[in-house]
């Protein structure tokens, strides 16, 4: 006998309208974007800025962030002031740091960064946000080998993060991945840009691997190896975020 499930089935809802409302705002924001590079009149921008925000307004779900951030890039993007693109770059990076507005908050970067007005510092800085997301993007397609006649997955996948500015050198990274490959896991080096650190959900402070509690024996021995061949401490952290089969090792200091 199955039962309804009132509240599912109203965020479901409240998660299909706030897609939608993402959506129309990304494409609304690329318009005016194309209109403010291509030097059409001001009036114009600001009309369609009034039609976008109408829209907005008459949506059943605005999520209160999602407004913000498009009002500041709007303002930011026509003001063409690099300070003020700078604090809406990291407002943005910072207020939709989780899953549910990763479209959101990859398109409004991309605006940012399509901006002449930035300055090299920034557009730095943007570029490494963008290359760590789409490593991310590579990550989440690529899945784990299967063993055909058992159909279980054979390996672990290991990213080993290291913060930006650190002292672990990239040789030193070659050998971890090295040492993790003889013991079977799928590894790789990744940069840890500070941005991306200071996002809610990260915030690392100490060395940690993150797995999920199906995932305990592979990372105590991850842990086990580090430990014994570079002397590293690392404290086990266990996540509720599904990600099957991957290991998320950080190295901060």
């Not at 050198?169 to 050998?175: K, T, V």
Request: net charge negative.
């Amino acid at each position: 006998m199955t039962t309804e499930n009132p509240k599912r089935e109203f965020d479901l809802q409240r998660l299909l309208t706030s897609i939608t409302t993402v959506i129309s705002i990304l494409t609304a924001l690329f318009s005016l974007y194309l209109s403010l590079k291509f030097g059409e009149e001001l009036k114009e921008l600001e009309r369609k800025s009034i039609e976008i925000d109408n829209e907005i307004k008459s949506t059943q779900f605005v999520d209160k962030r999602v407004k913000e951030s498009y009002d500041l890039v709007l303002e930011a993007i026509k003001s063409k002031d690099p300070i003020r693109l700078s604090a809406a770059f990291h407002l943005i990076n910072f207020t939709l740091a989780e899953k549910t507005y990763d479209e959101l908050r990859k398109g409004l970067i991309e605006l940012i960064a399509e901006d002449q007005s930035l300055n090299t510092d920034l557009a730095k800085t943007v570029k490494k946000v963008q290359a760590f997301e789409n490593e991310d993007l590579v990550q989440n397609r690529t899945p784990a080998s299967f063993d055909l006649a058992s159909g279980n997955e054979t390996s672990i996948r290991v990213d080993f993060f290291v913060l930006e500015k650190s002292d672990f050198s990239s040789e030193e990274q070659d050998r971890v991945i090295s040492l993790l490959g003889t013991v079977g896991y799928k590894a790789r080096a990744r940069d840890l840009p500070k941005v991306i650190n200071n996002r809610p959900g990260y915030n690392l402070t100490k060395n940690e691997i993150r797995h999920e509690a199906s995932e305990l024996e592979q990372a105590k021995k991850v842990k086990q190896l580090l430990k014994s061949k570079f002397g590293l401490d690392f404290e086990l952290n266990e996540t509720s975020y599904p990600t099957s089969n991957y290991i998320s090792v950080f190295y901060v200091r």
